[in-house]
């Protein structure tokens, strides 16, 4: 069993930065792989970034550039760095957590981001 808390959401001007976090917890695990994704109305829900044991990282290409995942392995909590943020970056962004041990994935409640012009 595995919760997910996120953090950092909000609203923002075109250009500005935001810093989403998001802490795993539970018993007995070890993170394979966490990933942000989004959802904006009308649209399914997309990956942005993700990040796997070991380190290595895939990005949407919209993203590309502009934002950077990241994790802290001790506190088992993953991090999104966005800068350069457009309009179009607005949507509902989950965590989403893969365990090694998976038989399901997890994921957060969502956090909005609000990117003004």
């Known amino acids: 069993q595995v919760q997910l808390e996120e953090s950092g959401g909000g609203l923002v001007q075109a250009g500005g930065s935001l810093r989403l976090s998001c802490a795993a917890s539970?018993?007995?695990?070890?993170?394979?792989?966490m990933g942000w994704y989004r959802q904006a109305p009308g649209r399914q829900r997309e990956l942005v970034a993700a990040i796997y044991r070991g380190g290595s990282t895939n990005y949407a290409d919209s993203v590309k550039g502009r934002f950077t995942i990241s994790i802290d392995s001790a506190k088992n909590t993953v991090y999104l760095q966005m800068n350069s943020l457009k309009p179009e970056d607005t949507a509902v962004y989950y965590c989403?957590?893969?365990?090694?041990?998976?038989?399901?994935?997890?994921w957060g409640q969502g956090t909005q981001v609000t990117v003004s012009s």
């Open positions: 539970g018993s007995d695990f070890t993170i394979a792989r």
């Open positions: 989403n957590c893969v365990p090694l041990t998976a038989r399901r994935d997890y």
